[in-house]
Each structure stands twice: as C-alpha cells, then as structure tokens.
C-alpha cells in the first residue's frame, strides 16, 4: 500500500525538521568560531548589504569563477581604453570579493595613474585621479584593519598630485575642490577631524592612520586569524611589517615637502608663505623625523650575547648622536649607521632644523623675492634680494656643515647663485671677486636640468 500524501508531506515535514535540528549544534560552533577569531565581514570592514543578493546568488565556487572572468574583461578594457566598460567590470569585481584589496589597489591606481595621463586638460587629469583616490577609500571602508589600503590612499594624494608634471596645477584644483571629504582627514595629534586644503596635509594625515593601525595591533584581520586564513591574494600585507623602514618615514616626508611648498609657488596662483607660519610647519617636520628616528627596528642578525642570540634595538637618531653612538655596541652601530644613512636621516633632520631657524625662513623669503623680480626684469632689486638672501644663508648654514655640504643643496643654493650673476651681468656690473656660494657656480652653470 503506498503511503498518500498527506503521510509524505508529514515524512518530508520530519526529515527537514531533523536535518535543521542536526544543523543547529554546527551553526552555534560555527558562530562562536566566528566571533572568537573575529571572522564577520563586520569585523573586516563595512557590510555592503547592497551586493548581498549578489553573492548569494553566486555560491561558493562560483563567485571565484565569475570574478576571474571579469579580471580577464578588466584587462581587456583597460587594453583597449575602454574606460567606461573598465570602471563598470571592476565594480562588480568588488561587489563580488569587497575584501579582496588587490582589486581596489588595481583600478585605484588605473584611474589615479594609467587613464588620468590619457587625458590632455588637468581638470580631466584632476578629476580622474581624484576617482582614483575615492575608489580606494571606498576599498578602506570594507577593509578598515588593512594598513595597505590606507598607505596607498596616502600615497596617491602625496605622489599623485604632489609630484606630476602639472602638480603646481593639480595642487590648485585641489586647493579649489568644495568637496570637504575628500579634503580631511583625522588629525593624529589631536584625534580631530580636520578639512585641508593641501595635498601633502592629507598625505601626512592617512600615512600617520596606516602607521597608527600597525601599532594598534591592527592587520588585515583579526589576530586570530593570522594563522588560519588562506588569502586569495599573493601577500596578506605588504606594509607595516616590523621591518618597514620606510613606511614609517612617510609622515616625515610628507610633512617636509608641505612645509617646502609653503616657501614656494607650489600651488598655481598662491603666493608663498614665511614668517612664523612656515617656521612653525618646519618645527612639525622635524619632530616628525625625530618621532621617525627615536622608533626602536630591531637588527636583521642575532648576536651571540650571555649564552643567548639576541637582535639589538636600533634608533636611526643615535647616528646623529656622537656620544650616544659610541655606546652602541659594533652590530648596533653598523645598523645604526646602515639605516641612517639608507633613509638619508641625517639630511632630513638636520635640514628641518636649519629651514626652522628664523634666518633660515627669512632667507627662503628673500630668495623668492629675487626670483619673483628677476622673472618680472626687476633686475635691480632682483640683485639686492639675491645678495641679501646670500649672505643670511650663508650665516646660516655656519650651525648645519651636513645640511651645508650636501649636494641637494649645493645644487639648490647654485641655482640662486647662478641667477645673481645672471642680473648683475643684465644690469653691466662687475661680478665680485668673493661672495657667498660663489664656489657653486662653476657647477650651476653647467647644470642643464
């Protein structure tokens, strides 16, 4: 006798009722694994709730298959320059695999770099590296415990725009954008949110975030996780391991180049910066590079010391420390100096000290005057302003011999040398037999760059 269906829909009934019960004691573990290894994609970065039927749809196996597909498109696009097709492939990329950061790395690079230097005007320039920027700060919103992610968001605004051909243009439409997020950042001194207008301010802000997550004990995920996760990228992480020297050099730096552009015509349009402004921006460079040197790395080797193999803690400072470097031990002094001298830390500290100085600011400002006048034909007062400015520089630099002598700038002090002589000789004056820097000449005229 067959059973009627009545009878099959209570055995169906049972059997779905016996296999969920089978399956609750699994969810309970699975969710307490969850939450003891901070595996919830909450725990990773924001939820992007939008994309959830997405993936839900493309299970397991199948979500790696089509992401993949779409990789070879997105080459394909970006091939042929087909760049609309090529943002609209990537996205689903990431709606695919949020936390798969080599995709946000990719295409924010691609817009910021490869299709910006396709376009001939620098406010299409501008706006596509601009894309380029926010697309990888949508990258640190789903992955917030990725330092590289944040690191290459900061390296965008400091390279990107800092350092192209068009920067005094690009630093101006950047200056002039009204979009307020894209211009702030939070403070690491004071915790604050803050709005900037220039671009190494916003560096300075997400290096020193990348930084400040690495020494929170922050990673791509969790602790936990570390040893129990296969990445479906090559490297779990690339910056902040212990032994990042440079990493943690990128604040200083980008400070150092903001405080550099102040005493300058950085930005198209916007007239320098002196006085007290520019020596207080010159202080904060170098209690970055000091807060930068006074970090403990520990040596690469192991020493042999009381039985045990030891590293030793190096400080790239103590290279600028006689006294203190002659306390260190033969393997911390070879570091010490190793490093110092791989970061050029004693050029960068000792230079912030020396544009700090109240002479140092007042020759900067009257350098830029005597430009100013010399590219206007202001001969005459060009003249006034280049010997002024000479003679404070020289004054000086008497406190810097390292910052004195080296040859970055020898070259930037040969230039101004070079255009005094250039006015005096426009104005039919003798060329004096002595005077500051004349030593540089030789070299700055048969300096073609």
Do not use: C
């Amino acid at each position: 006798m067959r059973p009627s269906n009545q009878t099959k829909k209570i055995i169906y009934g049972l059997i779905i009722v016996l296999l969920f019960g089978s399956m609750y004691p699994y969810t309970r573990w699975l969710d307490q694994e969850k939450k003891d290894r901070d595996l919830g994609e909450a725990a990773i970065g924001q939820i992007d709730t939008g994309s959830f039927m997405m993936k839900l749809f493309l299970l397991g196996g199948f979500r790696g298959i089509v992401a993949n597909y779409l990789w070879i498109q997105a080459d394909e696009h970006k091939k042929n320059h087909d760049w609309d097709r090529l943002k609209a492939t990537v996205d689903l990329i990431t709606k695919l695999q949020p936390h798969f950061l080599s995709i946000w790395t990719f295409q924010g690079w691609n817009l910021a770099y490869n299709v910006s230097v396709e376009w001939d005007a620098p406010e299409d320039k501008y706006d596509w590296i601009k894309q380029g920027i926010k697309f990888v700060q949508q990258g640190v919103e789903h992955n917030q415990r990725s330092p590289d992610l944040i690191w290459d968001t900061a390296w965008f605004y400091y390279h990107k725009l800092g350092f192209a051909d068009e920067a005094i243009i690009l630093r101006r439409l950047f200056r002039d954008d009204e979009d307020e997020a894209f211009k702030s950042y939070v403070d690491p001194e004071s915790g604050l949110k803050v709005v900037k207008n220039d671009n190494f301010q916003l560096s300075y802000g997400w290096f020193s975030r990348a930084i400040n997550l690495v020494d929170e004990g922050g990673t791509r995920l969790a602790s936990g996780t570390s040893d129990s996760i296969e990445y479906i990228d090559p490297s779990p992480q690339r910056k902040g391991r212990a032994d990042d020297i440079a990493f943690r050099s990128m604040p200083a730096h980008a400070q150092t180049h903001y405080a550099a552009g102040l005493e300058k015509m950085s930005i198209a349009g916007v007239e320098a910066t002196f006085g007290e402004v520019a020596k207080a921006e010159w202080q904060r460079a170098l209690r970055e590079w000091e807060k930068f040197g006074r970090f403990t790395f520990m040596s690469h080797n192991e020493i042999l010391r009381d039985g045990k193999l030891v590293k030793d803690p190096i400080q790239l400072d103590d290279a600028t420390n006689s006294e203190k470097f002659k306390t260190l031990s033969e393997n911390a002094q070879y570091w010490t100096d190793r490093w110092a001298s791989q970061m050029n830390y004693r050029y960068w500290k000792e230079r912030s000290m020396a544009e700090a100085t109240q002479l140092g600011v007042a020759a900067r400002q009257l350098f830029y005057e005597g430009t100013k006048a010399y590219k206007t034909g202001d001969f005459a007062q060009a003249a006034d302003k280049f010997k002024e400015g000479l003679a404070v520089w020289q004054e000086n630099l008497r406190d810097f011999p390292l910052y004195a002598n080296d040859e970055l700038n020898q070259k930037d002090t040969g230039l101004v040398v070079k255009r005094y002589v250039r006015v005096l000789r426009q104005l039919g004056e003798p060329v004096p037999e002595v005077f500051p820097f004349k030593d540089l000449l030789a070299a700055a005229e048969a300096d073609t760059t």
